[in-house]
Every structure is written in structure tokens, then in C-alpha cells.
């Protein structure tokens, strides 16, 4: 299985924070709650592209 690699932006402030690996069968664009230093708080971060 190969994997690809995808950045991760703060939904609040749109700032690519965070950069992960996720499997190429994946479908669903990713969610994670996060820590985001620009808002100083942790929020919803999802995969761009």
C-alpha cells in the first residue's frame, strides 16, 4: 500500500499547519482536531490539497 502525503489547514483561519500521511485508498477527506498556533486554540483541521 503506498501512501501519500497531504497538508492539513485550520478551518477557522485557512493556515496549512500541519502536513500527515494518509493512504491512497482513502476516500473521505480527513478531519482531525488539532492545535492551531494562529488561533491559539484547537480546531477542526482538514486535508487540502
Known amino acids: 500500500m503506498s501512501q501519500r502525503k497531504v497538508a492539513l489547514s485550520c478551518d477557522i483561519c485557512g493556515k496549512r499547519n500541519y502536513i500527515t500521511k494518509v493512504q491512497d485508498t ?3 477527506r480527513l478531519e ?3 492545535y492551531c498556533k494562529n488561533c ?3 480546531t477542526i483541521h ?3 490539497f
Open 46 to 48: 482538514k486535508e487540502t
Open 32 to 34: 482531525i482536531k488539532k
Open 26 to 28: 482513502h476516500s473521505k
Open 40 to 42: 491559539n486554540k484547537s
